[in-house]
């Protein structure tokens, strides 16, 4: 018996393959870049999630003393502050949780209508809450000891009025933005049921 001929293309060598380049290209980078600013939005999150856990601590601890005083102004005053504080930790809490959400598990870029007002409420939120708490300790706190500072806690209210007023027409404006763009809508509230 013969052995069998090689065949004519098991014989050919193989064409070299061109060398890699061993920088990255610049597709390459966008993406690494766009991690890496998650991953400092994470960080972010993570400290503002220990401020509000070392301000509802500090909360705690001037409700633990407002107990153990005769139940007086003095420990109506302390309970009051410690739902200004109260109020500090939970905007702490809710950026730590808007960020994480936004800019860590969606990546959102911020760039449609409703995107923005999303983003923008969330915020808007908290800190009208926040101030309106405020507001409400200074109320207290220049009613019980110092009535001159009643002008500040009236320029807190207005304040808050003001917040409110313009995040209102914002909202409504931006109404007209978004129905130019139903599919950024949409697209957001896929990504809302990711996260539930």
Known sequence: ???AAPSPDSQAPA????????????EDAVPLLLRGFSVVHAALALLFT?????????AAKETWMALHLDWNDEAAQLVIEAMGVLAAAVVALQIAQTITEEE??????????TRVRRFL????????VALA???????????????TLLLHAAAMVLAVGALLTGWGLFIRLNRAAEELEPEAMQEAKRED???K
């Open 1 to 3: 018996m013969k052995p």
């Open 193 to 195: 049921h990711k996260l």
């Open 15 to 26: 064409p070299p393959t061109p060398p890699r380049d061993p920088r990255p290209s610049d």
């Open 133 to 147: 708490i405020e507001a409400l300790v200074a109320t207290f706190r220049s009613a019980h000891s110092d009535s």
């Open 121 to 128: 409420s969330r915020f808007m939120v908290v800190i009208v």
């Open 50 to 58: 220990v401020m509000a856990l070392l301000l509802l601590a500090i």
């Open 104 to 113: 860590v598990i969606r990546s959102a870029h911020i760039s449609a209508p």
